[in-house]
């Protein structure tokens, strides 16, 4: 991270905080009638954010799966952390590699106590590791009232690509990238799902 992506901080809204990223849209055409597990908004989520996922990381390749988990003190959010990885990685033997760090809460302008934190947990694994299909779906279910469902930030870090995935709930995902080139690919191939309201800035990227 500080190598590729220097003084870059692990937080939503990424796209906001680099230079070279794209954002796309995931669900559209979304009606309140239409929020139902399975329901048609919710299959064409899962479809965009499934296919820009394999589109970005090899089965092979290795990644890093950053969860940050923010604590207010009131131990809820924190007791079931460890869920994120236990119920989504193929192996339980590869949950030995998981790292924990506690660092200041990465929105400090929302915590003018300091009294509130982010804990860390960063898995080192291969994409085949990781049961991302169902944990994509639980992302992207985090604000439509269906279970599973996860509300901590899941950062996806391609050593090789040297890219970062995120998608933050059912809107949207930010791909972000350490050279323009890298990701130009995704830019071509997947244009026609580019967030319209930042296309002009993406364009200037990568034209």
Not at 119 to 139: E, G, M, N, Q
Request: with cysteine.
């Amino acid at each position: 991270m500080k190598v590729n992506f220097p003084n870059l901080s692990l937080r939503p809204p990424l796209f906001y905080s680099w230079d070279v990223g794209i954002r796309f849209e995931l669900g559209v055409n979304w009606t309140k009638e239409d929020c139902a597990k399975e329901c048609f908004y919710l299959k064409g989520v899962y479809e965009r954010a499934i296919t820009l996922f394999r589109s970005l990381h090899s089965p092979e390749e290795e990644i890093f799966v950053v969860a940050n988990v923010n604590d207010f003190g009131d131990n809820g959010t924190f007791k079931h952390r460890l869920n994120i990885f236990s119920l989504y990685v193929k192996d339980k033997s590869v949950l030995y590699k998981l790292k924990h760090t506690e660092i200041p809460y990465v929105f400090p302008e929302d915590d003018e106590d300091g009294k509130y934190k982010t804990h860390r947990f960063t898995l080192k694994c291969k994409t085949s590791d990781i049961k991302y299909i169902p944990l994509l779906k639980a992302i992207c279910n985090q604000d439509m009232g269906i279970k599973p469902s996860i509300f901590h930030d899941i950062f996806f870090i391609n050593v090789k690509k040297e890219t970062i995935f995120h998608v933050y709930d059912d809107r949207g995902c930010d791909l972000l990238a350490k050279s323009a080139e890298t990701i130009k690919e995704m830019y071509k191939k997947y244009n026609h799902w580019i967030l319209e309201y930042d296309r002009e800035e993406i364009d200037k990227v990568f034209k």
